[in-house]
């Protein structure tokens, strides 16, 4: 059997292996091995597909009269990989967190959904798979909470339905399913526009629709902060650390199969592409919404729910650009997002387990407790918040730059203020939680077990690694752009030093300072400095008294203000409204039903009445 | 008169059966007097005992006689009776004085009364409401005064009878006893 | 062996039927065994003209009585029909068992005929090859149905039979008036000479004609708006009935039409019908999906939902391509898995929890574990869940739809399938999630049909191939209507 | 004033509908010669089915197929109103009986009318009529009967059984035309045997048609019967 | 033309006259009772005239005598079952409770069946209950 | 638009058609519409015997000097009679279903015969 | 057969002045009373039918009727006078 079979199918298989033996112990090997089958395939495979003569490999499979095409090139290589790894950390973590035999199957089977979505070279395949991620994903939440993976499965299924019709169109247009010839097909068009600007539109419409559901973005994000807190937390690693990246990969197969036919029929505005302008605001917008939503939240798994959507906003917003630099950002910081957020998510998990707790209140001094955890939890919130010399850093600094040398200010704006963001929600996990007074139930706390701390580890030594060394990545994505587009990125540099056409970053040299620096913060800190005890509601509002019910600490409400602030803007829900049109739809439903079906056979014939009325007329008239 | 053999019953069943038959196929072709043969035989097995009480009795050469002189005698009452009504149908005043009278007969068995109730019912302006017992209850359109005056109940009854059943009685109380 | 002893697919059903009523007295039980034999043997039959027509790759012709057609009537065992007549036998053989538990009410000698003869309706309706011997088959299906909605003697039983007659009555007549135009202009009733014929007759007769046949058809198709009397049907009728309603009576009426309206498509106002057809097909999925919404009876939901997907199994027919109706020959089949593990299920849970409410459903997972894995799997399915086997078909039908240009038909259908998401998803929740309850034991014939049907539903949405290549067969024995011709051995009167 | 529009709209409709059929039917003029397969009847009937009835060759020959459906078609009706109305225990509901009238006047015609429907059924092949008609009548006399005596009932036992034996007939006549002729309900009497074709025109012709008619005679009047006997019954509450 | 023939065709005419006359008292006459006495016996009259005159219609024609065995077959069928449907229907009409004509003189069954209902009822008032018992 | 010529049979047929269809979309009374039902069952059958009708020929039964050509069109005589037999078990069927009904609903109105809707 | 339209037109206004009956009853009765008159004159004329195509074969049609239309009446009648 193929190779790029066993890769795809090897996650599934091992699902429902564990989930049939469901044996404690054997279950887990099974399913890490299952999880890393991928990865190491990819890794045998690295050689083939990059380098300087680059070779693709292809596995085709016919399957209800559908040749479903599989390729290893660069670009899907490189997202593979990512999911790849997410994927082994979530197993290990999840031999950690999770009893469940169920929680296995799905967990794994939304594993291979992913990677057959990044390995589909047709719409079928694409398709298939991204149903089986979708379903897979669904069943995980599905266990914990019905609400939550209700809406989920609404707006899934919505997506999925968009995508249909519109690869149905694009089938209807070009004759084809596979990428090569749709992507063939639709630039013969750009210029004939046999396809009409109207359906390309909507064609548009639509996959934009389906990827923004995965992707989380705004406004059809309301599905992901409760999807992503209501499961079991190694998944969430996966979830928002991979699966979402099926949906910024969707919104890159819209440039790669429909980028030209898009560019003639939506044309340009002020030197920017519309269709990409679209994207980037709706980036943006879900960069800072998502943003500001992430502050404001009690609940670290809430909190880090929004923060993933936010981040996934980057990724929108770098491919919004539509410029080469842009990609460039965006691709890296799919890579970065997936290693610090999935890292983010295994921390967390690694806190519930150990203590049960999830809200900020509960929370307090654990750095002591768990000082592995701690120090993962360090590295990836020195990611997230953007701080060199992380995986982070370097992408969102390549974003930022993408952003000023296409000349989209209001959208590196986004960026500047959702770091800004993001910077204000890590400081308070790093202080609420590890820091500060420790709650006297968390006494008893103990580090988190260790197959969670290797899963922990897969993810932050890739933090630090193309933190340090983001020509490593760059280089690729050059090589994926080439193949691509055949285009060169406009990055210069080595593996260390990124030169763009704006500016420089030496990650080294930033890592040598900042190391100096943290070793000198470091010596002081054993020698110098001395706990202080303080009470927990030690508050940072100087003067203002302290009340129940206007009771700010760290550790609670510590955003209120902004809250209240933001108000006016707060009590728009998109949750509500959508919750307010389902209520509408149902409402009219039962109408319809009981008006339709009124029980009366009288009504019933005269149904048939009507419709021989209207055949007679179509025939006299 | 007491019940006929089993024999007898399904013989004159078969008899009437078959002749039926024939009225019916109106044909003489060996085939279908094999064919009506074998039908009369199976439905007169199945049906003799429904069908009559006295058997081959009523092949008496007296009832049959009797019976073929009937048909006239009958048929002209019944014209005489469309007669009557063609006249009250046709008079401009509409001459009727319609009761229900009661009869009596003195006919025994069941045939020789459907007999008489449908004889009378088919002619001059008298329809069979019941029969019970040996009472009929007969609907008449144009009831006489001799009838309509009579002193008492028997009267009445003798009067009635004497109009409407007795001239079929002659007949039919030879034909069915 | 000889292909014309096909013809004892009617002939077994009947004599079956027949001989009823001589071991009437040896109780319920051995009646019911009966039956599972009589559909045991029927079964057998059917896979062996399968594997016939499949094998040697001709249809059989059965003529009845030895008069070539047109002359005489025949039947058609062709790709379609030898696959669906299988389907029909497996799907009552099935239900047979199903008998044992569900059903309970006398005289069951009684049901035992009606059971065997609905099998035979439903295996003519689909085998003949005559247009007014479609009629009576058609007949023989919708009577039979008729008194097996009726057969629990309830009120609503009662109630639902009779709506089902009165809307059927004037399909029926309407489809009568249809045969008799088209017979006037054609002279003939055998299919394969209309065909012929189609194009030469007078247009607006022919208009009219094909109109009113294909209304007739369209109430037992359970087209919206002919399709009131079915929702009431399906909760009335028992439970192993209403799982052979959905599983094939539907869809020999809808074979019918689509076979009537394929071999019609010389008539002039062809197209305008396929686009009728496919706007009430449309409303079918839309409106039933919105029935279902919130159904508090889930036997009723799972019939609203069986009339959507007849509705999507009708929109690929009235697509008029070669896609459309390969797709909708794999949907139909796909369908009659699906919905006889639905209905067997949720029926299993009614005779075994007295009733199809949702408040039965809660905790079923703990209580019926077997079954509740059953209608999850079923419910799955409808969904279009990937490796689950409506995935496929409906994949077909979308693009199918799409390709054509009805891209706002199949906007609808999706809008309504989201629906459909919604409600299969609360039973699912109710069922896993919700609600308590001691495990109830499961009766174990019952539950191994369960589990074929749910590897049957698994091995397709894993390996469609065969299946998908069997309806790309059975769609051009459809579609393709030129060959259907030339296959009918016609004998030369008037042509 | 619902009921008014009601009313009128249903005019309306009715209306446009009856144009519309009108117009179809325009199409196809009455009183001409439309035939193609019934030319082919008349011509050949006599030869191929030894029947001088022309519609009755049609029905249990050519077009025998749909027979045994219309027998079907019967049969189901039967079993069905049976299923319908089965209780365990049932009565007649008549309050008052028959006179001496009816009683006696049924006594008299139910033989002739049992003769009458045999005649009927064993004709077909020779005038107008046939099973169906047959049986119809045969039934008649058992209406009769059940018109006249309140107390009557069919021998219900007999007539299941006869009803289902009969029916078996039908098919098996059929299946010995499929082994016989190698086609199911092949007439194997007149094609492969020969039987009658000396006598068309006289009764014993026509090959199966008299066999399979005496079925459906039979069938038919035994099923027309049970679904009076089950009409006439109802629930006795005990 | 035969003698049969006309006289066959006289008959036709003379029952048909007499289906118009029966047609006609159904419409004149002024209650049920008394429509049955001028329709059931002209009908019937009348299609003897029609059935038999048909029969000797067609022997004079030259058809088959056949003919005129099976005419008879069906008038004699009419004049069996004629007279009992009247019968039956005349019954129906009282036992509804149709009111007799307000010109009616006499109601003798009347009369009997009250009689006959106030004899049942003495009698059966004393083995009332002992009766139910043995049911 | 043009004014169909038809005949007084066909005319008659399709009377009878929407008559029964009247019944059933106005009658309130089940039975009622049931028996519009089998009016309209009548009317189908008619013009189908209308149809095979040809001017001036026999019933098909080529006996007493009636020949191939001399007689109408037996198809449609056939198909009437499979359709009246049809018509017989449809009308036995609901009329048993309406018993039950009665005895269980009490009532023939179909206004209040909607225990099953929406 | 010279006299086919008078015997036509005697049969069909007596058949019209029925039909006023059956429609306009008062009582059930009344109705069923024209029914039976109806279907008496339906007989004699399918006999009429008979000898106007020459065929003798319909006779035996219109004896079916009268049977069939005499047991419909019974049956109509006996449920009038008090139920089945
Ligand atoms: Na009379
Ligand atoms: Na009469």
């Given amino acids: ?621 | 008169m007491e019940e006929a053999s089993r024999a007898s019953k399904f013989a004159y069943t078969f008899i009437v059966l078959f002749i039926l038959w024939l009225v019916v196929t109106a044909s003489l072709d060996s085939q279908e007097l094999i064919t009506g043969a074998v039908i009369a035989l199976i439905v007169a097995a199945l049906t003799h005992d429904v069908f009559t009480k006295a058997g081959l009795a009523n092949l008496h050469p007296k009832r049959v006689a009797y019976a073929i002189a009937y048909i006239p005698y009958f048929l002209w009452a019944m014209i005489m009776a469309n007669l009557d009504v063609a006249y009250r149908v046709l008079h401009p005043a509409r001459p009727i004085r319609p009761g229900i009278v009661k009869c009596k007969t003195v006919l025994n068995s069941d045939t020789g009364k459907l007999s008489l109730a449908n004889s009378i019912t088919l002619t001059p302006g008298t329809i069979t409401l019941d029969v019970d017992e040996d009472n009929y209850f007969i609907h008449w359109i144009w009831v006489p005064d001799e009838v309509l005056n009579a002193k008492d109940d028997s009267e009445h009854v003798e009067k009635a009878s004497e109009a409407i059943t007795r001239p079929f009685e002659k007949y039919l109380r030879v034909i069915f006893g | 062996m000889n292909g014309q002893y096909a013809s004892l697919l009617i002939a077994l059903p009947l004599l079956g039927a027949f001989f009823v009523p001589l071991i009437k007295g040896l109780g319920k039980k051995a009646i019911k065994t009966y039956v599972l034999i009589i559909t045991a043997i029927q079964t057998g039959i059917a896979a062996w003209v399968f594997q016939e027509v499949y094998s040697t790759g001709k249809p059989i012709i059965v003529i009845a009585g030895g008069w070539k057609p047109p002359v005489g009537i025949n039947l058609y065992l062709g790709y379609f029909a030898s696959l669906f007549v299988l389907i029909v036998a497996l799907a009552s053989f099935l239900m047979a068992v199903f008998n044992f538990k569900a059903i309970d009410v006398e005289p069951i000698d009684k049901y035992a005929m009606l059971f065997l003869l609905l099998m035979l309706g439903a295996t003519g309706m689909i085998a003949t090859g005559d247009i007014f011997n479609l009629f009576v088959f058609m007949e023989i299906t919708a009577i039979t149905a008729y008194a097996l909605t009726a057969y629990n003697k309830t009120g609503e039983a009662a109630e639902a039979s009779l709506k089902y007659m009165i809307l059927g009555g004037i399909g029926s007549s309407f489809f009568l008036i249809g045969v008799a135009l088209i017979y006037g202009a054609t002279g003939t009733l055998n299919m394969a000479q209309i065909a012929q014929l189609a194009g030469h007759i007078n247009p607006t007769v022919a208009q009219v004609g094909l109109a009113l046949i294909i209304f007739g058809l369209a109430v037992e198709a359970e087209l919206f708006p002919l399709n009131a009397w079915a929702p009431d049907a399906y909760q009335a009728a028992p439970h192993p009935v209403t799982a052979m309603f959905s599983a094939f009576v539907v869809k020999a009426g809808l074979y019918a039409m689509a076979r009537v309206l394929y071999l019609m498509s010389s008539v002039g106002t062809w197209h305008n019908v396929l686009r009728l057809l496919v706007v009430m097909a449309t409303l079918t999925v839309v409106v039933a999906e919105f029935s279902a919404l919130r159904q508090r009876n889930v036997k009723r939901m799972i019939a609203y939902s069986s009339i959507s997907q007849v509705g999507l199994i009708a929109l690929a027919f009235a697509l008029g391509t070669q896609a459309g109706v390969d797709a909708g020959v794999f949907q139909m089949v796909n369908h009659a898995i699906v919905k006889v593990l639905l209905f067997l299920g949720v029926g299993y849970v009614a005779v075994q929890l007295g009733g199809a409410e949702i408040e039965n459903f809660r905790g079923l997972g703990r209580r019926m574990p077997v079954t509740a894995f059953g209608i999850t799997v079923g419910a799955m399915a409808a969904v279009g869940i990937p490796l689950f086997n409506i995935f496929w078909s409906k994949l077909r039908i979308i693009l199918a739809t799409i390709e054509v240009g009805y891209t706002w038909a199949a906007f609808l259908v999706l809008a309504a399938s989201v629906v459909e998401a919604v409600y299969y998803f609360r039973l699912i929740h109710a069922i896993w999630f919700e609600g308590e309850g001691e495990r109830i034991s499961e009766s174990v014939p019952l539950m191994a049909i369960v589990v074929l049907l749910v590897v049957l539903v698994i091995a397709i949405g894993v390996y469609p191939n065969y299946l998908w290549s069997v309806s790309q067969k059975a769609g051009s024995d459809i579609f393709n209507v030129a060959q259907y011709i030339k296959n009918v051995p016609l004998m030369g009167v008037g042509a | 004033m619902v009921s008014i529009l009601k009313r009128g709209l249903a005019i309306i409709t009715l209306l446009i509908i009856g144009y519309w059929l009108a117009q179809g039917l325009a199409g196809v003029p009455f009183g001409q010669d439309k035939m193609l397969v019934g030319q082919y009847y008349l011509d050949h009937v006599k030869e191929q089915t030894g029947s001088v009835n022309a519609v009755t060759a049609v029905v249990v020959n050519y077009r025998g197929f749909d027979t045994l459906g219309e027998v079907t078609v019967l049969f189901i009706a039967s079993t069905g109103v049976g299923a319908l109305l089965w209780e365990r225990k049932k009565r007649r509901t008549a309050k008052t009986e028959g006179s001496i009238v009816l009683t006696t006047g049924t006594r008299l015609l139910v033989p002739f009318v049992i003769l009458f429907g045999a005649y009927i059924f064993i004709h077909g092949h020779l005038t107008p009529g046939g099973g169906f008609p047959g049986g119809a009548t045969i039934a008649t006399a058992f209406l009769l009967l059940y018109m006249a005596f309140t107390m009557y009932e069919i021998p219900h036992k007999a007539f299941e059984k006869t009803e289902g034996l009969v029916g078996m007939g039908y098919v098996i006549v059929g299946l010995i035309g499929l082994a016989i002729g190698g086609y199911f309900l092949f007439d194997w009497i007149w094609q492969t045997w020969g039987w009658g074709h000396d006598n068309i025109g006289r009764l014993f012709s026509g090959g199966f048609i008299p066999i399979i008619y005496t079925i459906i005679g039979l069938k038919v009047g035994t099923e027309l019967s049970g679904i009076i006997d089950n009409m006439l019954k109802e629930e006795v509450s005990e | 033309m035969s003698v049969l023939a006309i006289i066959g065709e006289v008959l036709v005419l003379i029952g048909t006259f007499f289906y118009f006359l029966s047609a006609l008292g159904l419409i004149r006459m002024p209650d049920v009772y008394n429509r049955m006495q001028t329709s059931t016996k002209s009908a019937t009259l009348g299609s003897l005239g029609v059935i038999v005159g048909v029969g000797i219609w067609a022997v004079g024609k030259g058809y088959s005598p056949a003919w005129i065995v099976q005419t008879i077959a069906v008038a004699g069928f009419l004049l069996l079952t004629n007279p009992i449907s009247a019968h039956a229907l005349i019954r129906a009409a009282y036992k509804r409770g149709i009111p007799l004509w307000h010109g009616s003189v006499v109601d003798k069954y009347g009369e009997h069946l009250a009689s006959k209902a106030q004899a049942e009822k003495a009698e059966g008032e004393t083995p009332e209950t002992s009766e139910e018992v043995s049911e | 638009m043009s004014v169909p010529h038809i005949s007084a049979f066909y005319f008659g047929a399709i009377a009878l058609v929407l008559i029964g269809l009247y019944a059933i979309l106005v009658k309130k009374n089940i039975l009622k519409m049931l028996i519009g039902l089998s009016i309209m069952e009548t009317g189908v059958n008619l013009l189908l015997v209308s149809i095979g009708y040809i001017s001036g020929r026999s019933a098909p039964i080529l006996s007493e000097g009636i020949g191939p050509n001399q007689a109408v069109d037996p198809i449609p005589q056939a198909l009437v009679l499979t359709a009246i037999v049809i018509g017989v078990a449809t009308t036995a069927m609901a009329l048993s279903a309406v018993i039950v009904l009665y005895k269980r609903y009490g009532t023939l109105n179909i206004e209040e015969i909607r225990r099953l809707r929406g | 057969m010279i006299g086919i339209n008078i015997y036509l037109a005697l049969i069909a206004i007596a058949t019209l002045l029925s039909t006023y009956r059956v429609f306009r009853g008062p009582t059930t009765v009344d109705r069923l009373v024209a029914v039976d008159i109806m279907t008496t004159i339906t007989t004699g004329l399918m006999v009429l039918f008979a000898l106007y195509y020459g065929r003798m074969i319909y006779i035996s049609v219109a004896l079916v009727y009268a049977l069939l239309a005499f047991g419909g009446v019974i049956a109509f009648a006996r449920y009038l006078e008090g139920g089945l």
């Fill in chain 1, 1 to 621: 059997m193929n190779e790029l079979m066993i890769m795809l199918f090897a996650p599934l298989v091992a699902g429902f292996i564990a989930w049939a033996l469901d044996i404690r112990g054997i279950r887990e090997i099974v399913g890490i091995l299952g999880a890393a089958v991928p990865l190491g395939i990819l890794a045998k495979y690295y050689s083939t597909i990059a380098g300087s003569n680059p070779e693709t490999v292809t596995h085709t499979i016919t399957i209800g009269g559908f040749k479903l095409l599989f390729q290893l090139n660069t670009i899907t290589w490189y997202f593979a990989a990512v999911a790849s790894l997410v994927g082994v950390a979530m197993a290990f973590g999840m031999a950690s967190t999770s009893r469940s035999s169920y929680e296995w199957l799905f967990a794994l089977m939304s594993y291979t959904g992913v990677l057959g979505v990044f390995l589909s070279q047709d719409f079928v395949g694409f398709f298939l798979f991204w149903e089986l991620m979708t379903f897979a994903s669904f069943m995980m939440v599905l266990k914990r909470n019905r609400h939550e993976s209700l809406k989920y499965f609404v707006l899934s299924v919505i997506g999925a339905y968009a995508m249909l019709i519109a690869i149905g169109i694009l089938y209807a247009k070009t004759g084809a399913l596979d990428f090569g010839a749709i992507r063939q097909a639709l630039y013969m068009d750009a210029m004939l526009g046999s396809m009409s600007k109207g359906l390309t539109a909507l064609v548009f419409l639509l996959f934009l629709t389906a990827f923004g559901v995965k992707a989380g973005a705004v406004p059809l994000h309301v599905w992901a902060p409760g999807a992503y807190s209501k499961v079991d937390q190694s998944y969430t690693t996966f979830f928002s650390g991979a699966l979402s990246k099926a949906g910024a990969y969707g919104f890159l197969l819209i440039y790669i199969l429909m980028g030209a036919k898009l560019y003639y029929a939506l044309g340009v505005w002020h030197g920017h592409l519309v269709f990409g302008y679209i994207i980037a605001w709706l980036g943006a917008i879900t960069v800072v919404v998502a943003g500001f939503l992430a502050v404001l939240q009690e609940d670290i798994r809430k909190l880090f729910a929004y923060s993933s959507i936010s981040q996934v906003g980057y990724i929108l917003l770098g491919l919004g650009i539509g410029t080469s630099l842009g990609f460039v950002g965006a691709l890296f910081h799919v890579l970065s997002h997936a290693v610090f957020k999935g890292l983010f998510w295994l921390v967390v998990a690694a806190l519930i387990l150990r203590t049960g707790k999830t809200k900020f209140e509960d929370f307090g001094g654990l750095a002591e407790k768990m000082p592995i955890t701690f120090a993962m939890a360090l590295i990836a919130v020195l990611s997230l918040a953007g701080i060199p010399p992380m995986a982070g850093f370097a992408s969102k600094w390549l974003l930022y730059e993408a952003a000023i040398s296409a000349h989209m200010p209001l959208v590196a704006g986004a960026i500047f203020l959702g770091s800004g963001l993001a910077f204000a929600y890590v400081v308070r996990f790093l202080y609420a939680v590890w820091f500060g007074q420790r709650p006297s139930d968390l006494e008893d706390v103990k580090e988190a077990p260790l197959p969670l701390l290797i899963g922990m580890a897969i993810l932050a030594i890739p933090n630090l690694v193309f933190g340090i060394a983001p020509g490593l990545v760059v280089k690729f994505i050059d090589d994926i752009m080439y193949s691509l587009f055949q285009i060169h990125i406009p990055v210069g540099g080595d593996y260390f030093k990124l030169v763009t056409p704006t500016g420089t970053y030496n990650a080294l040299l930033v890592t040598v300072i900042l190391t100096l620096g943290l070793a000198i913060a470091g010596l002081i800190f054993i020698y110098g400095a001395k706990a202080r005890k303080v009470p927990v509601t030690d508050t940072y509002q100087s003067g203002n008294p302290v009340t129940e019910d206007y009771n700010l600490s760290m550790r609670r409400n510590f955003y209120r203000p902004l809250a209240e602030a933001l108000d006016f803007w707060l009590k728009y829900s998109w949750d509500r409204f959508y919750e307010r049109l389902a209520g509408m739809f149902e409402d009219f439903a039962d109408s319809l039903r009981e008006g339709f079906y009124n029980g009366n056979v009288q009504s019933y014939a005269w149904y048939l009445a009507v419709v021989l009325l209207i055949l007679a007329l179509w025939g006299v008239l």
